[in-house]
């Protein structure tokens, strides 16, 4: 059988899992201190107004035996189930309960005899069948010159059954009415602002439904032109306005498809856009649209895709030299990237650029799509993508031999992601040799336990499958990286030294890594060693004293104590509940040493020094 509204909505484990922890916790809150009113039901959904920082709509209602929600708030325009879902849900199940256990009892002899009942919308129906037709009418237009939804609703309804034909330009107003473009959307009102663009695509998708597909299209891209408009007036640090594009170009494609199209126009249309777009909008165009467009269609969008490429320029490396192999390889006339005139001559190059690359990827041409590529050479990270496109494509010599050119004309500080790759390929070429030299320049370049770690599982494919080896190649690696890193951070402190400025350089010049490192390593001693030679971050000295507990618990009960004043000392409440946890693990420690007795006396002395942190004192009183 299938669900009902009150089954879903009278199970609270459900209600918890759909909204979580937090958000139960405070609709149960909500419900608690009556912050839910006009609660109703109605063929099977539920509305109610639940007042929080504003009064919010909820509605909850079952589809598909599940429950399905929508709020006004900022969460419940985001898909999510919110408190206030929750608050209503709780209150209406409980009446609901409540209703159930009188009628039992039969305490409810008759509606008037017992005075607690509320009208319902079954009242509200009988009453308006009842009414005439023009009263009736009367009464929804002045209820929707004050429900701006509702004007909406009725303004597109007309204009969708218009005697005339379709009103188009109701639905451009209702699109310009709700993008309002120019206004500044602060991040609060970022999420209500997207979903009242998002339900006017609804009424467009309507019109696709009904049959309107080219009037979907033309309204469509006029929604999109004013979207692009003013999406750099919105603060969307979440991403709505990335959701309503995706709307309304989901709902475009789906239009284009249904309806008989010049696919040359549209190749036309969308190449323009997909050009120019700031927001990359029709990203892809060629390969989305490519049924639509048709073979006409898709080879007027190649040709004008060509012509505007062969205006854009080559870039090289800096300091390019011709490489050994230079035949082998298209001629790259020099121009580095400050050539180009300003940002949206970058932004056009890339958008080109992309355009390219889709066309190349429709034909299945792995050198077209190459050559694209090697238009760009201004980066070793350049050299590394066409590398990856021939290893894709199972050409391994020619991917090796491009990474080998990134490496070469890029020899300083070559991006990390190329070293991997060539590593990789000279361990699939047995010259294992060569995989450690890029290995180790990974590490030299930026040493770090990542770096570390890398080095070390790469001397274990470097020696085979003899433990005894791995071990000894390990060892000669290991001794290497760890000096190559004191020598470093010797360096650094000494030009700290010579600035005066302890805070000048990178990493302050303190034995972060190697802690670090020691730690991996399981190596406690030598992590101490180094983290009370020249010091390290908090972080590393809470992993020592973790590492320390079991073992050595009264060292680690030294540690935790020294870190307590700095961090009461930064006088904000994120610190004090972070001392307050350190202080628990100092009452074990002492406990498991020896010392539970002296603890009580440790917390008075924090009362007694820090009295005026009255917030820190009161989460003291939890301990």
Known sequence: MAATLIELIGDTELLRDLAGPRSYERGENYAADGYVHSITEYKGKLVATVTG????????????????????????????????????????ADEAKSASHQRSEKKVKSNAKAGVRTGTLDDARAYLERQSKESLIELLLEHALEDKSLRERLLLDAARSNPAGLDLETYRRAIKDAVKPGRFVDYYEAGAYAHGIRKVTQELRGLLRDGHAASCIDLTEYALKQVERAIGHVDDSDGHMSYVLEDLQALHLEACQQAMLDGVKLARRLFKWELESQWEVFYGAAEVYRKVFGKEGLAEYRRLAEAEWATVPVLAPPENKEPKHAGSFPVIHKLSAEHLENAAQYGRRFRITSIMEALARTSGDVEALVAVKSRDLSSAYSFLTIAEIYREAGQQDKALEWAERGAQAFPDKTDS???????????????????????????????????????????????????????EEWQNWRERALSYLRAMLDERRKGIKNRGNFSAWWGAGDNSTLVEIYLWEGNI??????????????????????????????????????????????????AYEEAVERIRKIGKLMERTGHAAEFRDFIGDLRSRHKPKRNFIKLLDYI
């Not at 079952?62 to 608050?87: I, N, Q, R």
Request: aromatic content about 8%; hydrophobic content about 35%.
């Open 53 to 92: 920082t504003n009064d919010y709509q909820v509605k909850l209602w079952v589809e598909h035996d599940a429950l399905e929600s929508s709020c006004t708030c900022p969460m419940g325009e985001m898909g999510e189930f919110c408190k206030h879902c929750v608050a209503t849900a709780l209150v209406w």
């Open 417 to 471: 992601r190329l070293r991997e790759f060539l590593a990789e390929e000279y361990h699939r070429h047995h010259r294992h040799t060569e995989a450690m030299e890029q290995v180790w320049n990974l590490y030299a370049d930026a040493p770090n336990l990542g770096t570390y770690r890398q080095l070390k599982e790469h001397t274990a494919r470097t020696a085979g499958k003899s433990i005894r080896k791995q071990k």
């Open 525 to 574: 001693d030598e992590a101490l060693k180094a983290a009370e030679a020249h010091g390290c971050p908090d972080a590393h000295w809470m992993k020592l004293a973790e590492a320390l507990e079991k073992p050595r618990p009264s060292e680690a009960l030294h540690i935790y104590r020294e870190s307590l004043e700095p961090i009461i000392g930064q006088k904000n409440n994120r």
